[in-house]
């Protein structure tokens, strides 16, 4: 949210460098920050779960969730945080199509074709979560340098 306010504000100024190395800076502090909670989360995943349950079989598989799906976390990150710049230069749509497309509908496929055609189990369910950060994080990063780096020749 603040990527999208800190661009937008610096693109109506007319300053395209400092909102181009405000997304940089936002990029590199939440993936550093996502990857220190990740991998607290990793380590502490059957103490963090019991916060909310002593069932042992709920304990179980939320540490196999968190296990499985904590470090693709962070393409999630850099997924919003892009779309928050896109955003902030006006463009909504991209990221809108981009994450319908990848969050909602190939996950949706993922969980069809892997429930149906492969095996259901907690953790190929538990998958499509990453299967759709990680399919969103390389069309935005594609979209993002194709639009606005790339053809701009802002460096970003």
Same mark, same amino acid.
């Given at each position: *949210? ?5 661009? +937008? %504000?610096? *693109? ?16 590199? @502090?939440? =993936?550093? =920050?996502?990857? =220190? ?15 909310? !349950?002593?069932?042992? +079989? ?11 799906? #904590?470090?693709? @976390?962070?393409? $999630? &990150? ?13 463009? +909504? $749509?991209?990221? *809108?199509?981009? *994450?319908? +497309?990848?969050? =909602?509908?190939?996950? %949706?496929?993922?969980?069809? &074709? #892997?429930?149906?055609?492969?095996? $259901?189990?907690? #953790? ?9 950060? &990680? !399919?969103? &994080?390389?069309? #935005?990063?594609?979209?993002?340098? !194709? ?7 802002? !460096?970003?």
């Amino acid at each position: *949210m603040a990527a999208t306010t800190f661009v +937008s %504000q610096n *693109m109506g100024a007319g300053k395209v460098k400092r909102a181009n190395e405000g997304t940089k800076v936002t990029l590199t @502090l939440i =993936v550093a =920050v996502t990857f =220190v909670i990740a991998f607290l989360l990793y380590i502490f995943a059957r103490p963090a779960i019991r916060l909310f !349950s002593a069932d042992e +079989s709920v304990i179980d598989y939320g540490s196999l969730f968190i296990h499985a799906n #904590v470090f693709f @976390l962070l393409a $999630n &990150c850099i997924n919003h945080t892009l779309a928050g710049a896109l955003r902030g230069r006006g463009d +909504s $749509n991209g990221p *809108m199509i981009i *994450m319908l +497309s990848t969050f =909602v509908a190939l996950r %949706q496929v993922y969980l069809f &074709c #892997v429930t149906h055609f492969v095996a $259901n189990t907690p #953790v190929l369910v538990g998958l499509g979560y990453p299967v759709g950060w &990680c !399919s969103c &994080c390389i069309v #935005v990063l594609t979209y993002f340098y !194709s639009k606005y780096v790339h053809h701009k020749n802002s !460096s970003l």
